[in-house]
């Protein structure tokens, strides 16, 4: 995390300073940056149907709504994808939380309603929790992209959740106390744009309204604001020192800087390192679900294969049992010709 610094518009106040904050997260090609724009009410994050993912570090972006209410929106890579490298997640979660500033008002998870919910997001919204804890699922909105495939099949989000809703997304919607909301990112609509926006921006509400006001904040955010304060008060120190030349008050602040830096590397690593251990432990959930799942297929097939022979053997039991019954019929039918 080399070049990070502390500006001048950190705010060392209460999250009530009226600026609130929502983090997008989700599986790569579910459409974060897309949802990002309809937010924004403009082009801000890069956005293109790509497996591999447009976003490629944390950005944040800030508008003003209507009613005067400033909204910073993180766009993040895929974090929790489980091809990304642990290093690169540990330093860009860090990254994350330092744009949160104050904390985060609302997590937004990004699902698709064109692609299944597959147990791999599932495992990721299980990492996020084992690594932010349980709390964060009070923060939690659902964001179901791709609104205008089920448009076009005349279908409501209610419809696609009771037609092809898993057990686990089920578990999942509960657990965030049913806060989910549908997103058309094609539609030029604007009355579209405008209902959709204002859905989410009232769960948003909602959220902030039943945590007590109060933004998601943890022990690393309490870190890194201290690690932050400190700079700033070192910072302005230096600056007041008198009888040193600039030479030396450069260097004073460019080993504070690197004392910054220092920390934040070290918050990475522990992040890295839990992140590990979390993955792992879901990396081998998933492996011996998998080896289960193949089991039971094989199970499934060879039990399949045994039905098959038995149909067979009957089957041909059968029609030696009609042969004979055949032959029979024919020598009886013979002897009564013998006879007349």
Same mark, same amino acid.
């Given at each position: ?148 495939? /089920?448009? #076009?099949?005349?279908?409501? *989000?209610?419809?696609? %959740?009771?037609?092809?809703?898993? @057990?686990? $997304? &089920? ?103 839990? /992140?590990? #251990?979390?993955?792992?432990? *879901?990396?081998?959930? %998933?492996?011996?679900?998998?080896? @289960?799942? $193949? &089991? ?45």
């Amino acid at each position: 995390m080399g070049g990070s610094s502390i500006d001048d518009e950190w705010e060392f106040t209460s999250a009530a300073n009226g600026v609130r904050t929502v983090v997008l997260v989700g599986r790569t090609g579910n459409g974060k940056s897309a949802t990002g724009n309809s937010i924004l009410r403009e082009k801000a994050f890069r956005s293109m149907s790509s497996s591999a993912g447009v976003t490629s570090i944390c950005e944040l972006r800030t508008t003003v709504l209507e009613d005067g209410q400033i909204l910073n929106v993180i766009d993040t890579p895929g974090l929790f994808d489980f091809s990304a490298e642990p290093e690169f997640i540990g330093q860009e979660i860090v990254n994350c939380i330092n744009m949160a500033k104050d904390g985060i008002h609302a997590v937004l998870v990004v699902l698709s309603v064109r692609s299944r919910f597959s147990r791999e997001e599932e495992a990721a919204i299980e990492s996020l929790q084992k690594l932010f804890g349980s709390k964060i699922s009070n923060y939690m909105i659902v964001v179901f992209t791709g609104g205008d495939d /089920l448009e #076009e099949n005349d279908e409501t *989000l209610d419809d696609y %959740l009771g037609r092809d809703c898993p @057990a686990p $997304l &089920k578990n999942i919607l509960e657990m965030c106390g049913n806060r989910r909301v549908l997103f058309d990112n094609k539609t030029k609509d604007k009355s579209q744009k405008a209902e959709q926006l204002q859905q989410l921006l009232f769960l948003v509400n909602e959220v902030v309204k039943n945590n007590g006001g109060k933004p998601y904040t943890d022990a690393l955010f309490v870190e890194l604001k201290k690690g932050a304060i400190k700079l700033r008060d070192q910072t302005a120190e230096v600056n007041s020192l008198e009888g040193y030349s600039k030479q030396e008050i450069s260097e004073l602040k460019e080993q504070m800087q690197k004392s910054y830096e220092d920390q934040l590397k070290r918050i990475a690593e522990m992040v890295e390192s839990k /992140l590990k #251990e979390t993955t792992f432990r *879901l990396e081998q959930q %998933l492996a011996e679900e998998q080896a @289960a799942r $193949l &089991k039971a297929e094989a199970s499934a097939q060879e039990a399949q294969m045994r039905s098959n022979d038995e149909i067979r053997k009957l089957r041909e039991h059968l029609e030696r049992a009609q042969r004979e019954t055949d032959a029979l019929k024919k020598q009886a039918e013979g002897g009564k010709c013998a006879i007349l």
